[in-house]
């Protein structure tokens, strides 16, 4: 793909927004509802076994370095693997934008502006997404290079603010429901690494090839730190934990800490915060889209198009009404199709590449030696 080529930093920030969105919106509560007081231990379990998957996927691009997993999927199948898997990839962040953007645009009407429509206020989200890939992909990276830490800042900060509320009692019993929770149902909590996804889109961006493992170690090991951060917060400062549900875990920690004893409705400084990181997040992920078609269809200009993905996006998040509908099937995409997608398919043709170079090569040798 024909991108802007990155720095270090710039692609940790690319994989770290898709998380940072979910961290803030429902993600906490996730985990909390799949493993309960258990959460502590099942986000340093899942760490560890991203920290592992990726090992094992950096391992297995070293073959193909300069190659995105679009390219990986030409090789292993030809242009049909291509065509499927790039469709995937497109319908996969369409459908993640949509969820996301209706989300947060559900929030913000419940708390502020249920004199608006939803339509109204994801209308406006997505009127940026479209002004900033028309500005191009140069722009789109170096502002989600700003917003990124400012929200990582913002979140460390409701934290820290809530710091006086902890109390280790609350966390018991500490393995909840089992070590079946923890370690084997759990296991699927792994789908919290989502962002995961444009690891293997990089390798193309980098301006060092090489660089590719600390850009994915680093930017894992920010997600499963805040991810943890966040469990301990919620199940260390309240008795009831599972009471964060309607708006967001996070918003919940802002308006019960000690930060209303020095601002006056603090909440709306971090909303606002969190509303550029989801504009940004989208701006990233039109973009991917607009470069995955051209990929597909060897269109010389696509960012024209950016309308036109914007306008299926509104659709699909007008889609449901229901807040608990809403809520449950967006979970379920996140969770399922994140799993799928990222931790089986696209790991699985990284392993077919691998096998069919190395009997292509070991054949090369062959007809050498003959």
């Not at 603010?161 to 500490?174: G, H, K, Q």
Request: proline share 2%; aromatic share 14%; net charge positive.
């Amino acid at each position: 793909m024909n991108y802007t080529k990155l720095g270090n930093f710039e692609a940790i920030c690319l994989i770290v927004v898709l998380f940072i969105n979910h961290l803030v919106l429902n993600l906490p509560q996730m985990i909390l509802e799949n493993s309960a007081n258990a959460s502590i231990l099942n986000s340093i379990y899942i760490l560890a076994l991203s920290l592992i998957f990726v090992l094992l996927v950096i391992k297995l691009l070293k073959n193909f370095i300069g190659l995105d997993i679009i390219d990986i999927s030409e090789y292993l199948g030809g242009k049909f693997l291509k065509i499927l898997i790039g469709i995937l990839c497109i319908i996969y962040l369409i459908i993640e934008s949509s969820f996301l953007v209706k989300m947060f645009s559900k929030n913000l009407f419940l708390a502020y502006f249920n004199n608006y429509p939803i339509s109204f206020i994801i209308f406006m989200f997505l009127f940026v997404v479209v002004v900033a890939n028309l500005m191009g992909r140069k722009s789109i990276i170096k502002v989600n290079t700003i917003i990124v830490p400012i929200a990582l800042f913002s979140i460390l900060f409701t934290f820290i603010f809530v710091a006086d509320l902890l109390r280790v009692e609350l966390s018991l019993p500490i393995l909840a429901n089992g070590v079946k929770t923890i370690f084997i149902t759990g296991a699927s909590n792994i789908f919290a690494f989502n962002g995961l996804f444009f690891l293997f889109f990089i390798s193309p961006l980098l301006n060092k090839k090489e660089d590719m493992s600390k850009v994915a170690f680093s930017s894992t090991l920010i997600c499963g730190i805040f991810l943890l951060l966040s469990i301990i917060a919620l199940v260390f400062a309240f008795s009831d934990i599972y009471s964060v549900i309607r708006i967001s875990p996070l918003y919940f920690i802002i308006i019960n800490s000690k930060l209303t004893s020095f601002l006056e409705r603090p909440e709306i400084i971090f909303i606002f915060i969190w509303a550029l990181a989801l504009m940004s997040f989208i701006s990233v992920a039109v973009m991917f889209v607009l470069n995955i078609f051209k990929k597909l269809t060897n269109m010389k200009k696509v960012e024209n198009l950016a309308v036109t993905v914007c306008m299926i996006i509104f659709v699909i998040s007008l889609l449901i009404n229901n807040v608990f509908t809403l809520e449950k099937i967006a979970n379920a995409f996140y969770k399922y199709a994140s799993l799928i997608l990222i931790f089986v398919i696209f790991t699985l043709i990284l392993i077919g590449a691998n096998i069919k170079k190395k009997r292509l090569d070991k054949k090369q040798i062959t007809t050498n030696r003959e």
